[in-house]
């Protein structure tokens, strides 16, 4: 048989290509950290572009999913804050929505935060622009948080850049940018964890500085979302404990003498920068008795397979797989955040396998479980089905503070601390394996080949489980976006507006109620000149528990006959009332009873023309102007039998 030609010193070329790898990516790691972080910020705003195509950051005319629902009702939020403040109004309580009784904003998803930070682009260009330049910030701006939290932490820029990349554009941030822009903004939690990490282990610098931002970030968090400030605090004291149990020998005197100096402050900038708005969440007018979701029972919860199993969000996919996944969280897909993929969690499984002995491997691999844990909620579901086997949080959903949480929610940690796993195990690799290739001698490779082909496969293994880790997680951008402008009579942008007095009442067609309501866009884009019946928020019924139903006023038939047309099938009734005389005079005193100024009714929406037969027997012909049919001086035109 021929020679090949090859002599002992076969694996040389091998060993020195390896090692040139991993020089490479040395050099990475060692590129100027502006430099490299610039890069980094570059690369994630440029794939943040795609998400809501053809919109742009900021645009004022489009809004994710609809010009309705929850995108409609934060876009209000975001608009009246700023105007609330200058006006002299409480930015926390407002009658100007749900009029007469009003809403205690500060327990729903206001973001006062957002909303202050957000005013110059919402007096500039509205708030839709707003809300749509946030939700499209919170994906560079959240991966860019993750990038500095983990290259603080490892000590690599390339396992921070995978790390933030993998968090910032994660099945999370994704499903609740279909809207819920106070969940899908999420910078501070891992600005919040490196605070507590610098306090408790750390320890480099001043106890006072790293207390400040604690107490900063932390108040910040609650502006935009009590909630994930709650779960975040939660997930550290999980973190705490740990480090705790591991590590009992380092709670000395003199370290925790530091982190007390450094907690007492941020304690304090946290409770004076929240008192007012806490206030009003447990003690101020129209608060909630009992959860605002229901029971803990219900189906906001992660599935078991949940971390595996994709939904319609991720553009490579078996169908039979969405389908699936589609059906956990009670179909909630938004809120399905829980999906990793079974490429990352696979290569997750391997670098805690490889890198078992680091304490911070163990440390991120713990904080990961635990959230997965907290994110199946009470009872254990497998494939959508739920089973009898109870978990933790059947306990901790009974607590005080616990009933609003919903547990499906702690997937952004369980994210998180996967990505950290990913870091952890990039910093170690670069710096182990370039040792070991460093050391490698010609000729040591040789035996038999084993060594030669071993040192070949893991690194196409891992190379193979990365890219189909970034192959499962591609999004399935853009996410669908609706023209906002569509939805906004042209009589709302124009100084015919003007006509409806300042402060006074206004009443819709659509009625505002659940996802019909536009009329919350039309008034805020008249920057908020009068007071709407009706609305979508949170409120107290009856009975003191949680409603999304605007309060029902007297003559109830009014509001069932526009709630019956605006839904397509009521709200309050199977059924609308019959137009007969009865109904006819109830419009005349309900308008009068409630000084209702305005009336305002969109002829292009679905089945105007059967209210436009009643308000016409009632309060006359109206005015059409710019779109819309007004009824101006409603009162005296009821007081005149139209």
């Not at 090859?6 to 040395?26: H, M, N, Q, W, Y």
Request: hydrophobic share 50%; net charge positive.
């Amino acid at each position: 048989m021929a020679s090949t030609g090859l002599t002992t010193d076969e694996s040389l070329p091998v060993a020195f290509s390896a090692e040139l790898r991993v020089k490479g990516l040395r050099r990475l790691d060692e590129i100027k950290p502006v430099r490299f972080a610039v890069f980094v910020l570059f690369a994630y705003v440029i794939l943040s572009l795609f998400a809501y195509l053809p919109g742009w950051p900021g645009d004022p005319h489009r809004l994710v999913g609809c010009a309705c629902g929850d995108p409609a009702q934060q876009a209000w939020y975001l608009g009246w804050v700023p105007w609330a403040v200058l006006h002299g109004h409480n930015p926390f309580f407002t009658t100007w929505m749900d009029y007469p009784s009003g809403v205690n904003l500060a327990i729903n998803t206001e973001m006062p935060l957002l909303g202050i930070l957000t005013a110059p682009i919402t007096f500039l260009f509205g708030s839709v622009s707003s809300f749509s330049f946030v939700l499209w910030l919170a994906y560079p701006l959240s991966a860019t948080s993750a990038f500095f939290v983990l290259r603080r932490w490892t000590g690599s820029q390339l396992g921070a850049a995978c790390g933030g990349l993998l968090y910032g554009f994660s099945a999370y941030v994704v499903g609740q940018g279909l809207g819920h822009l106070n969940l899908s903004f999420v910078p501070l939690p891992p600005l919040i964890f490196l605070a507590l990490f610098e306090i408790l282990v750390s320890q480099r610098a001043s106890a006072r500085k790293w207390g400040v931002v604690l107490g900063l970030a932390a108040a910040a968090q609650f502006l935009i979302s009590a909630e994930i400030l709650f779960t975040t605090a939660l997930i550290a004291l999980c973190g705490v404990i740990i480090l705790a149990l591991a590590r009992p020998r380092e709670l000395t005197r003199d370290r925790l003498g530091f982190a007390l100096m450094a907690l007492l402050p941020a304690a304090a900038i946290t409770v004076v920068l929240i008192a007012y708005p806490l206030y009003f969440q447990l003690a101020g007018p129209l608060r909630i008795s009992g959860a605002a979701q229901g029971s803990i029972m219900n189906p906001f919860r992660a599935d078991l397979l949940g971390p595996v199993v994709p939904t319609f969000l991720q553009r490579v996919a078996p169908a039979a797989a969405v389908r699936l996944g589609n059906s956990f969280t009670g179909y909630q897909v938004d809120e399905n955040g829980s999906y990793l993929g079974i490429p990352l969690v696979v290569l997750a499984a391997w670098c805690v396998l490889r890198y078992r002995r680091d304490h911070w491997m163990r440390f991120a691999t713990g904080l990961a479980l635990v959230s997965f844990v907290l994110s199946l909620g009470p009872r254990l579901t497998v494939a959508g089905h739920q089973s009898a086997i109870p978990l933790p949080f059947d306990l901790l959903g009974r607590l005080p503070l616990f009933q609003d949480v919903l547990p499906v929610r702690f997937s952004q940690y369980q994210t998180f601390f996967v990505t950290a796993i990913i870091a952890i195990a990039v910093a170690n690799w670069v710096q182990r394996v370039g040792q070991s290739t460093a050391s490698a001698v010609p000729g040591s490779f040789t035996e038999k080949g084993s060594h030669h082909r071993s040192s070949m496969l893991a690194p196409l293994a891992v190379g193979l489980l990365s890219l189909a880790t970034v192959v499962s997680l591609i999004p399935s951008w853009p996410l669908t976006t609706a023209d906002a402008s569509t939805a906004m009579p042209p009589f709302f942008t124009s100084p015919a507006s003007k006509q409806i007095p300042f402060g006074s009442v206004v009443i819709s067609y659509p009625f505002s109620v659940y996802s019909s309501n536009v009329a919350m866009l039309w008034q805020e884009t008249d920057l908020f000149r009068w007071k709407l019946i009706g609305g979508y928020a949170d409120i107290p019924n009856s009975a003191g528990t949680v409603t999304a139903l605007p309060p029902a006023l007297s003559p109830i038939e009014v509001q069932e006959f526009l709630g019956y047309w605006t839904m397509d099938g009521g709200y309050l009734t199977p059924a609308p009332p019959p137009v007969d005389a009865r109904l006819v005079a109830e419009v005349r005193t309900y308008v009068r009873r409630h000084q209702v100024g305005t009336v305002i009714l969109d002829p292009s929406w679905p089945r105007a023309s059967a209210v436009l037969s009643l308000l016409e027997r009632a309060l006359g012909k109206p005015v059409f102007e710019g779109g819309v049919d007004l009824w101006f001086h409603a009162q005296a035109r009821s007081a005149a039998g139209g």
